[in-house]
Structures are given as structure tokens and as C-alpha cells.
């Protein structure tokens, strides 16, 4: 008899029928494949069901397999290096002038004066830029969510998108503000939200669907477009 199979998202996931226990198992294996287990008198709906749950795990694991087998994204420090913001590209444009990385006529300036800083003056300007567009974001969907901010923060938190601490402090990694503004809103109101629900039980996630419906897509998408941003690694060139 041949093992049943179920889809998800373009997958096949193969269905172990065994054991007693009444709750389902699921693993990501070694190469990357999924495989589930479950008793014979459970119903492929339940499995079904199961599995749709569990997608943003599905995402954040094969992620974080995918970053163990690849380097660190890394930039060059040089004219034409691509950069994100708000998942727009911008090219690199070492500039003769002098002050801060900026915007400018739709190249991403940066200072020759700068150059030896490497990718802190880079990240400086995400941290920046960053701080002013969220501020704005900050307001209304703390208002939808009835919290109280006393403190942005947008800064380098290592292997975590944002964090949320009483009394009101938010703080934001500065490389989520090369995601698209979907995402980046989905982390801010995912912290703001914490806020008021600090664990992610059932109370947590009703809290955020009330507010961002399809918050489900989104925590999916991040899983997915996450891997790909770069995390401050850059090289230089002359």
C-alpha cells in the first residue's frame, strides 16, 4: 500500500501511518524533506489541518537549515552595489561630498569620506531611515492594538526581528527595513502586540489576527524572504 501524501504550498509531504498517540508528528529531515506521522484512526482533514498550522515552522526551519549550508549575504562597497529599502533596490553610488548616506535621486549615497567606516555607515542609515518611517507605522497600530510605546529602538539584535519589553519599548533590527512595508509592518505590530500578550498562545495570535487578518501570509513571506537579507558583511574594493 502506498504511503499517502499531502500538499502544501507545492510540497509533498509524505504521511507515516503508526503508533498510537492521537497527536501528529512532523520533521524536517537532514536533506530538507518533510515527513509526517500520525496514528491509522486519524483523519487526513486533521492532517490536513495540521500541517496548514504549522507552515510558518515549516518555513522557519528550512530557512535555518538553508543558512547553514550557504555564507552570509555580502556587499561590496563599490558603484552599482544593489541595497534594499522597504524591498525596493537602490545602487550604490560612492559620492565626492561629505555628511551622512543618503537617498538621492534614486541612488544610495554614500560618502568617499566614509568608506572607511566599511558597512557601519551603511547601517547607520538603516537604523536612521529607519527610525523616521516606523515612528509614523508606531502610531497607528498602536492605536489599533491599545498599547503604549515609550521607546523606539532600531538596532542590531542579532538573529531576532524585533523585541518588546514593559514598560512600552520596541526595539526593531535595522536590516528588517529592507523588507517590503507588508513585513516590516507585520514585525511591528507583532512586537507592539506582545505589549499587551507577551507569550504566543492562542490570546496572542487572536489579538493579531483582529488587527492584520492575513498576518498569517505575512509571517510566512518573512520566513521565506528573511534568509536572503544581508546582515552587515561587506568588502572593499579599490
Known sequence: MTAP???????????????????????????????????????????????ISKREWIYRKLAEKEALLQEPA????VDGEGFLYLGRSYRLRIADTSGDVRLHRGRLELPRSSLHAGDRAIINWYARCGTAWLQSHVRQWSTRLRVNVKRLEVT?????????????RIRIHWATMQLRPLLVDYVLAHELAHLREPHHGPSFWQLLARVMPDYDERKVDLAKEGIGLWFGHTTERY
Open 156 to 168: 542590531d539584535l542579532g538573529h531576532k526581528w524585533g523585541s518588546a519589553t514593559n514598560p512600552g
Open 5 to 51: 501524501t499531502l500538499e502544501l504550498d507545492g510540497m509533498s509531504v509524505p504521511v507515516e501511518i503508526g503508533g498510537t498517540a492521537r497527536r501528529a508528528t512532523l520533521t524536517v529531515e537532514r536533506d530538507g524533506s518533510l515527513r509526517l506521522r500520525a496514528a491509522p484512526d486519524v483523519e487526513q482533514t486533521e492532517l490536513r489541518e495540521f500541517l
Open 74 to 77: 555580502t556587499k561590496e562597497l
